[in-house]
């Protein structure tokens, strides 16, 4: 495919393919129209709260670490940093193939809030690319505001001796909740394909965090693998013993719900 041996940081030249991949469906289908009319005012309202509330809280956080940091911390913090990917990994993965396998559009308060865009993804994967920075991360930042809260309660509330002994783990739940925020960006970057600033393509590049062409193997139909999309290190391991194919059976022969069935109806639907 183009682009294969691109340098770090190129921008790809994009092959019929890929291309074609890029417009799949695309935001004249149906399911994707219907789906898109669906975001709400109150929908955005609650959205531009929790950006602010979760960025507002970062930056104290930040500012926090930053003053109680000691170079003797360093191999802790290393450590934390790179488990803090992986579990954001893992979690991000646990939360896209759940929506993406299971419930419905019609559920209440969670289905058209929460479970319609991963709807509308499958059919117009390109939409996310248009979203602004508010619709592509408010959710994320819903989910990680109880965590940096309880941080900042812990920075405004505990001795310095209390905060010194937990430095190395608050610094694990912080690249957690970061790693946790920029989930979805770094899914949206995975869709882009031209314009991205050279540092974005640099992480891809390097698989610091999702690259393109990594991610591209979920959006084969029916859209059964490579659920992580923080940082996609896990993708393989857990394809190769089957993980998320083991607990959708289990979960089929206790409840008989079929996998991706609301996923599917979205899908086919053709006016």
């Known amino acids: 495919m183009a682009g294969a041996e691109d340098g770090p940081g190129q921008q790809p030249e994009l092959d019929e393919d890929e291309a074609a991949y890029c417009r799949r469906w695309g935001a004249q289908h149906a399911g994707a129209r219907e789906l898109a009319a669906l975001y709400s005012p109150g929908k955005r ?17 930040s ?23 992986l579990i954001a990994d893992f979690l991000s993965g646990l939360v896209h193939w759940g929506a993406d396998t299971w419930g419905s559009v019609e559920l209440p308060i969670v289905g058209k809030a929460f479970i319609r865009p991963f709807r509308e993804h499958h059919i117009d994967p390109t939409a996310i690319t248009r979203h602004d ?17 309880n941080m900042a309660y812990k920075f405004c509330t505990q001795s310095p001796e209390a905060l010194e002994q ?67 290190w896990l993708n393989y391991p857990l394809e190769k013993i089957g993980f998320w194919r083991r607990l959708e059976d289990i979960i089929q022969a206790l409840t008989g719900e079929k996998p991706r069935a ?6 086919q639907k053709i006016k």
């Open 45 to 61: 309202f609650q959205e531009w709260c929790c950006v602010v509330l979760c960025f507002s809280l970062i930056a104290h956080n």
């Open 63 to 85: 500012v926090h670490l930053l003053l109680l940091a000691r170079w003797e911390h360093m191999p802790l913090v290393i450590l934390g940093v790179v488990a803090g990917a």
């Open 133 to 149: 920075f508010i619709e592509t991360n408010g959710d994320n930042c819903l989910v990680t505001l109880l965590p940096l809260l």
């Open 166 to 232: 937990l430095y190395p783990w608050e610094c694990f739940v912080f690249c957690l909740m970061i790693f946790g925020t920029f989930t979805n960006q770094i899914h949206k970057w995975s869709h882009t394909y031209f314009g991205l600033p050279r540092w974005v393509t640099l992480l891809q590049d390097w698989h610091v965090i999702l690259p393109r062409k990594h991610h591209r193997i979920h959006h084969v139909s029916p859209h059964e693998t490579y659920f992580c999309i923080t940082t996609g």
């Open 262 to 267: 609301d996923d599917m109806k979205w899908a």
